[in-house]
């Protein structure tokens, strides 16, 4: 079955991305993006998401925050069961990036959002929501250079949700985001090379018939930083096998180049955040939460 969510996105306009730190493996100071090609590249991303059926909604960027096209780590955000969007805004591990929220929280709040916190202004446990993806009948949470194992039990208590964790341990997939990439309810592309061992072998239990990247098809590519809306993977770069595979499962691949971005070290699904997740459809509510890990 066709993922239900993944329609409707927020994102960031680029009026404001460079590269002034190094937070990440493939940042470089010397290396800056070309802001025409970069806001070029941002526009064809989001006619691309409304050619295929999604929609944007898009915040202005702050001037202080480089990074906060990267809106995948603005913040997780999903329906509740009562219908009310709800968003748990991000605890930035850096805080180079900490000022983000404080403009993406009001924005939201704006818009009909509720929103919540796991920590913030440097306490408490850190979130960064590139690390958490629905699938199956759970949360899965990426933890480890960026999202703390004590950010899941606060997940799973205050979202009535089984959070499953996978400790990443590659410096160059910091987010579970570039390892893994739901594609349908029983498909997704999986690099098992981001996660310990026990991480890796627990998540090629849960997908029932995983696309297994390389490690090199991951950093390379960022092929798994992908975003699926119905039967069409929009990609900024697809290897010949695994297109291949996605063709024989019946998507359709659109390449989307975005390479720009990739300077700061984030792709397609770094530059969108998906808010239309949905429990109790989505994803079953567990009264009162419930943890599990390897």
């Not at 096998?241 to 998507?251: C, K, N």
């Amino acid at each position: 079955m066709e993922l239900q969510w993944g329609r409707r996105y927020v994102m960031v306009e680029p009026t404001h991305f460079r590269v002034e730190y190094v937070i990440n493996p493939f940042m470089d100071p010397d290396d800056q993006p070309d802001p025409a090609r970069a806001m070029a590249q941002w526009r064809g991303l989001v006619a691309a998401i409304e050619r295929h059926g999604g929609t944007v909604e898009a915040l202005p960027q702050r001037e202080d925050a480089p990074d906060m096209v990267y809106a995948m780590n603005l913040g997780l955000g999903l329906v509740r069961e009562e219908g009310v969007p709800h968003v748990v805004m991000s605890h930035m591990r850096y805080d180079e990036r900490r000022m983000e929220t404080r403009s993406a929280q009001p924005w939201f709040a704006a818009r009909g959002f509720a929103t919540s916190y796991v920590g913030r202004d440097g306490v408490g446990a850190h979130l960064e929501a590139g690390d958490a993806f629905a699938f199956g009948d759970a949360l899965v949470v990426g933890y480890g250079p960026r999202t703390e194992e004590l950010a899941l039990k606060h997940l799973a208590t205050e979202l009535g949700l089984r959070v499953r964790g996978l400790r990443i341990t590659h410096p160059g997939m910091y987010h579970l985001d570039l390892a893994f990439c739901p594609l349908d309810d029983r498909r997704a592309l999986v690099c098992p090379a981001a996660l310990d061992e026990e991480s890796a072998a627990a998540l090629l239990e849960l997908v029932a018939e995983p696309l297994v990247l390389t490690e090199e098809e991951a950093l390379t590519t960022f092929c798994a930083n992908s975003i699926v809306l119905g039967r069409t993977v929009l990609m900024p770069a697809c290897p010949d096998r695994v297109r291949a595979q996605l063709e024989e499962w019946g998507f359709e691949v659109v390449l989307v180049d975005v390479s720009e971005f990739h300077k700061g070290g984030g792709s397609i699904r770094c530059l969108t955040n998906p808010v239309d997740v949905t429990v109790g459809r989505d994803l079953p509510a567990v009264p009162g939460g419930e943890v599990v890990l390897p």
